[in-house]
């Protein structure tokens, strides 16, 4: 099942349920089933899960249907558009998970504290930020103004439920930036939370949809004036961790609420000629997700 949250003019956000590249409004205010949070929360209150609960309330009114490409647009309060997938309360994430994400980080270092991080049995696990910090599709995602090289991380994510499982997938962009970070790693998180550091959707999918998470492929690329500049494909398979091993450590006395999202690392790296700049376009499709698309936006004038 795949679900995805969109704002409706003179009306507020709804929730779809996406069939065939329809979104069904399945939103019932009526019953407090105001956005995906919310459908989270009550399945779990009732024992059930996500598909179960949907499953359950879908037949209970006639629904408004909308044809994906028709959300699939900027933000706009006039049009209707795709918004963020769900309200994160927390978002998480894991760090060199992939190989080439420590080789990379430490070819600029001449150290060794990723390559050693990638092989212990602890993995790397840092707060990316909150709900104020994400955007959704087609929504800016940003460069802060004292950073030279911001890039885009592209990731599978994982949605955490109010048990502290597994319900549901999500594309990430752990936008970092890369300059700051590389001067001191206690510098991890202002090039990690900053405004626009987080895209994420477009939609959620429950594991069902995804037979093998361990076989997923994740595509990135990056668009300026109308020309690919970067692009780059990777796939889960060359994930060192298991999605249990890193929800343990993530969750060892730590009480992260529901709907919370956990970001399982990149193994798509940027060379220094795609740093994003004002005006890119940064594309990552992971099927059957679907494809997070954003535009970037340079915050306040960039500092020389
Ligand atoms: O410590 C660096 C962050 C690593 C990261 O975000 C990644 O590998 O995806
Ligand atoms: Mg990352």
């Known amino acids: 099942m ?7 003019p003179n009306v507020g956000y709804r929730v779809g349920l996406v069939r065939n590249e329809n979104v069904i409004d399945i939103t019932m205010p009526d019953v407090g089933l105001k956005s995906t949070n919310d459908f989270i929360e009550n399945a779990a209150a009732g024992g059930l899960t996500l598909t179960e609960f949907v499953d ?8 408004a249907v909308y044809a994906w490409g028709e959300l699939d647009t900027s933000r706009d309060l006039y049009t209707p558009h795709l918004a963020l997938p769900l309200v994160p309360p927390e978002v998480w994430a894991a760090g060199v998970t992939y190989q080439r994400s420590a080789e990379f980080r430490d070819s600029e270092t001449g150290e060794t ?8 049995a602890r993995p790397e696990i840092f707060f990316k930020g909150t ?7 087609n929504q800016p995602i940003g460069i802060r103004r004292d950073s030279q090289f911001t890039a885009p991380e592209p990731e599978l994510a994982l949605v955490i439920g109010h ?16 300059d700051i970070e590389r001067e001191n790693p206690l510098y991890l998180p202002q090039s990690k939370i900053f405004r626009g550091a987080c895209a994420l959707g477009p939609s959620i999918v429950t594991p069902d949809e995804i037979p093998d998470p361990y076989d997923v492929v994740i595509h990135c ?11 780059e494909s990777s796939s889960t398979a060359r994930l060192k961790r298991t999605f249990d091993e890193l929800l343990e450590y993530l969750l060892c006395d730590n009480p992260v609420p529901g709907a919370s999202v956990l970001c399982t690392g990149t193994g798509i790296l940027v060379p220094p000629e795609g740093a994003l700049r004002e005006g890119d376009i940064v594309e990552i ?20």
């Open 2 to 8: 795949k679900l995805v949250q969109f704002w409706r």
């Open 56 to 63: 359950q309330v879908l037949n209970a009114q006639p629904r």
């Open 113 to 120: 504290i990723y390559e050693r991080a990638h092989h212990k």
């Open 131 to 137: 709900a104020t910090r994400c955007v959704g599709p």
């Open 163 to 178: 048990r502290g499982e597994m319900i549901a997938y999500t594309i990430a962009n752990d936008v970092s930036a890369w």
């Open 221 to 231: 690329q990056i668009i300026r004036e109308g020309k690919v500049i970067f692009q």
């Open 285 to 304: 499709e992971i099927p059957p997700i679907g494809v997070l698309r954003n535009p970037v936006k340079q915050w306040g004038e960039r500092a020389s």
